[in-house]
């Protein structure tokens, strides 16, 4: 081996990827489980800020994080270069090459996020960047420490890849890995679908009576006179958030006693006492524009495109959406600027504080009853049809 330290130096960088790729893994645990005052170190401005890069539909691929991928990534580099470095066991002769232009692919994946990030999401993450920097780093010092060609190294790769599969149960070994890769995926990503509904015992145990209760007063969509009524304290760039308003949006077609009540609870200090930091950026402002949409009888799609799109939220796009829709912008400038408006949102927040929301979403049964588990649209609607049981047997 002619470049000992060069390979040493690849096992060292791909480690540093594991460790960025982890730092990652675990902001988007905290966003997507929208714990509460959550601010990861690289939350720096609206242009800077690994939250909302994490909140996009970017952040994860056939429903498992990119972080999570790039940790097995950066493991199997790792590995590759230590078993050169040391001449462990039956090691694969042309792993430099192959590291190389897996560096190479690295790179070419890496400014295609990087597009993503400022076109797409407008804001750039800096624990992103720094994976952007140890793919090239791996990508050139693979290359150094090669001993063939760019070229040659390519060729052999193929000609390796050709002779492996020359023989047929080689073949049959890589369909069936390649098969419980795309199963365990699958299986990821569809979890949802093939949950089992909860008990009726647990549903009715993690109900909480309030008093007094909260207001049902905001946005509604569904039957305004149906018999049971879910307000639900949401934040526009919370994922869960975004989930349940498409469920509940279902859920209100199926169920028509179903009325839903949208209440505000945006996790940013701007608006919102209850957090210390910044947190989610544009959260105010989106609540203020979709009450204000509201008041022109266009919450429902001014809301779906702000969820649709709250990895990339700005006050310009919103502008964008809300003539789109049709709202009078006049109307909606005077009604931002309304003190009304204001107090609307205020109050919501003041409920949410009093009756002690850890975060976001949470679900109020007829304002009355504090839902204290998950809110997702398959716990709801198992919710909703128990609670249209009890008040039919009471009639």
Request: hydrophobic content about 45%; proline content about 4%; glycine content about 6%.
């Amino acid at each position: 081996m002619k470049h000992p330290r060069l390979v040493l130096a690849l096992a060292l960088v791909a480690v540093c990827g594991i460790l960025v790729s982890a730092d990652l893994l675990v902001i988007k645990y905290h966003v997507d489980a929208g714990t509460e005052g959550y601010r990861s170190h690289c939350n720096l401005s609206a242009e800077v800020n690994c939250d909302r890069v994490a909140a996009s539909e970017w952040s994860t691929l056939f429903g498992v994080p990119i972080a999570a991928f790039g940790m097995l990534f950066y493991a199997l580099i790792a590995m590759l270069a230590v078993q050169v470095r040391w001449r462990i066991g039956n090691y694969y002769p042309r792993a430099i090459e192959l590291i190389a232009w897996l560096g190479v692919a690295s790179m070419l994946y890496s400014a295609l996020l990087a597009w993503v990030s400022h076109a797409v999401i407008g804001t750039f993450c800096l624990m992103c960047m720094a994976l952007y920097a140890v793919n090239l780093a791996l990508t050139v010092l693979a290359f150094w420490a090669s001993e063939t060609s760019i070229v040659k190294g390519l060729v052999f790769l193929f000609k390796d890849l050709r002779e492996y599969c020359s023989a047929p149960y080689r073949v049959l070994s890589l369909v069936f890995a390649a098969a419980a890769v795309a199963s365990a995926l699958y299986y990821t990503s569809a979890a949802e679908a093939f949950r089992k509904p909860p008990t009726v015992e647990n549903l009715t145990q993690n109900l909480s009576e309030i008093d007094p209760p909260v207001s049902l007063d905001g946005p509604t969509f569904g039957n305004k006179d149906g018999k049971v009524t879910l307000a639900v304290f949401s934040d526009f760039e919370c994922t869960h958030c975004k989930a349940l308003d498409e469920g509940l949006r279902s859920l209100v077609v199926r169920i028509p006693d179903l009325k839903v009540v949208h209440k505000d609870f945006p996790l940013d200090n701007a608006c919102n006492p209850s957090l210390k930091q910044p947190n989610n950026l544009w959260a105010c402002k989106a609540a203020i524009m979709s009450r204000c949409a509201d008041n022109q009888g266009k919450f429902l799609e001014f809301s779906k495109e702000v969820f649709n799109n709250q990895g990339s939220l700005d006050e310009t796009k919103m502008r964008k959406w809300a003539a789109e829709i049709g709202l009078d912008m006049n109307r909606l400038n005077a009604c931002m600027s309304s003190e009304q408006t204001e107090k609307a949102i205020r109050s919501d927040i003041d409920e949410g504080i009093r009756i002690g929301i850890p975060g976001t979403p949470v679900v109020v049964v007829d304002g009355k009853y504090l839902y204290n588990g998950g809110a997702d649209a398959l716990v709801m609607e198992q919710l909703v049809l128990k609670r249209l049981e009890v008040l039919s047997s009471r009639m």
